[in-house]
């Protein structure tokens, strides 16, 4: 089910964002919330505890590898993870692990966790081709790292961070493992029981096309001891309209497996575009890509194509504030591809992008465009750079013909404002955009 067959000319390549919902489910969001209206809420609630969630949880469980009836749901995946890594009782001797890739959420969560425990908080290192840096996890990991917490796939690319190799690295040491899989589930393969995490996050709004103020957590055994007496229970649970919409989604059949076909296509439309420059880094691609023109602003090209019916995302750099930002990158366009989009879909795309990029050039409307260096998709990304900043210690990757058990401390850069930073109050529905870096 593409744009087209919802009855409009759009076609919809933002599904990392917002996927669309299918008719099914929006109906029982639409009929569950009339209902409450007009009712009142227990017997919503009713409905929603004795038939939905044991529905839900058989689902989700099945979907996520893990054992049923042990995921609870959150208005989100950042609220999830803030709400059970606040909760964890670390002191000054505990080191907790965080990646270039981590989202801005989860960065604010764990600022706030190192201000409350006084315990240190280093950045991971990439390698040279932006992969994250295994040997040196593996030559470094000991009993001091408490806490791992790793994207599967982030905000500000496509790449596909390697969860189960991390997993085995982590087994045999006291680190609690933390999986963010907004970005991931729902298009690539999760298995919780494989990854061997302690902690699973997702949202239920983008690939898995629920309805937004939803999402869940698994959190293992493991994870429920050092939690007790606090608990993983959240603060506010999502509605029950959206909770069985979300069950309704997940009951219907999963799409195929767009990011394989799709997602080179998409690439390559980017690729042929004259000026196009991907965000690309590491040798594992999902169904997200990253670009931005060498002439053109994001939020022009994002205009332009929504001009032609093809519907994108700007991406901002504070989204992944250890990230896009030392590479130079301010804004850029994020497009994804999702089971119902077609080899059509990203064939419009291609032209609709040929298209803005030639109207946009001609008209000299690139004035504002930023002129620094990116990470290539198929050559070597920058590794995290050195130089301290207030706030976040992190170890940066040996040089690339240093082999990379050789990598040594050092310290990476981060906004000076990201250690003190005041978010502002979190949005309703649970997406939320706090920043951690000045806005572009």
């Not at 494989?194 to 902690?199: P, S, T, V």
């Not at 032209?351 to 050039?361: I, S």
């Not at 040996?398 to 990201?418: D, F, L, T």
Request: hydrophobic share 45%; with cysteine; aromatic share 4%.
């Amino acid at each position: 089910m593409n744009a087209i067959s919802h009855g409009d000319r759009w076609v919809h390549l933002d599904t990392a964002d917002l996927g669309r919902m299918p008719a099914a489910a929006r109906a029982v969001l639409m009929e569950r919330t009339r209902h409450e209206d007009r009712h009142g809420p227990y017997e919503l609630d009713e409905h929603v505890h004795d038939e939905v969630r044991p529905e839900l949880d058989a689902r989700l469980a099945h979907l996520l590898g893990a054992p049923s009836g042990e995921t609870v749901l959150f208005t989100g995946a950042a609220d999830a993870f803030d709400t059970v890594v606040s909760r964890l009782p670390l002191g000054p001797r505990d080191r907790v692990w965080t990646t270039p890739y981590e989202g801005v959420a989860h960065l604010t969560t764990l600022f706030a966790l190192r201000d409350r425990t006084r315990c240190a908080l280093d950045v991971v290192p990439l390698r040279p081709d932006g992969d994250l840096d295994l040997e040196w996890m593996a030559a470094h990991i000991d009993g001091d790292v408490a806490l791992v917490s790793l994207a599967h796939v982030p905000a500000g690319c496509g790449i596909v961070n390697p969860v189960e190799e991390v997993g085995r690295v982590l087994a045999p040491h006291r680190a609690l493992y933390a999986v963010d899989v907004s970005y991931s589930v729902g298009q690539l393969p999760v298995d919780a029981a494989r990854i061997g995490c302690d902690l699973l996050t997702g949202d239920g709004w983008r690939f898995l096309r629920g309805p937004e103020s939803i999402g869940f957590a698994y959190a293992a055994p493991r994870l429920r001891q050092a939690l007790a007496p606090y608990g993983v229970a959240p603060q506010a649970a999502p509605h029950g309209a959206a909770v069985a919409a979300l069950n309704t989604a997940l009951a219907l059949p999963a799409p195929a497996d767009a990011y394989r076909e799709l997602a080179p296509a998409l690439r390559a439309a980017v690729e042929e575009t004259p000026g196009a420059e991907l965000i690309a880094p590491g040798r594992a691609q999902s169904g997200m890509l990253t670009f931005r023109h060498a002439e053109l602003p994001a939020a022009l090209v994002r205009r332009r194509l929504a001009e032609r019916g093809v519907v994108v995302r700007k991406a901002v750099a504070q989204e992944t504030p250890l990230f896009l930002p030392d590479r130079g990158v301010t804004t850029a366009v994020r497009a994804s591809v999702h089971g119902d989009n077609s080899v059509q879909d990203v064939d419009r795309f291609a032209e609709a992008l040929r298209e803005a990029v030639r109207e946009g050039v001609r008209h000299g409307r690139g004035a504002a465009a930023v002129h620094a260096p990116v990470l290539a998709p198929a050559g070597a990304p920058a590794a995290v750079p050195a130089g301290t900043r207030t706030g976040l210690r992190a170890v940066a990757s040996a040089p690339a013909s240093a082999p990379a058990s050789a990598s040594a401390p050092a310290s990476v850069p981060v906004s000076a404002a990201a250690a003190g930073a005041q978010a502002p109050p979190p949005r309703p529905s649970g997406r939320r955009h706090l920043s951690l870096v000045p806005a572009p």
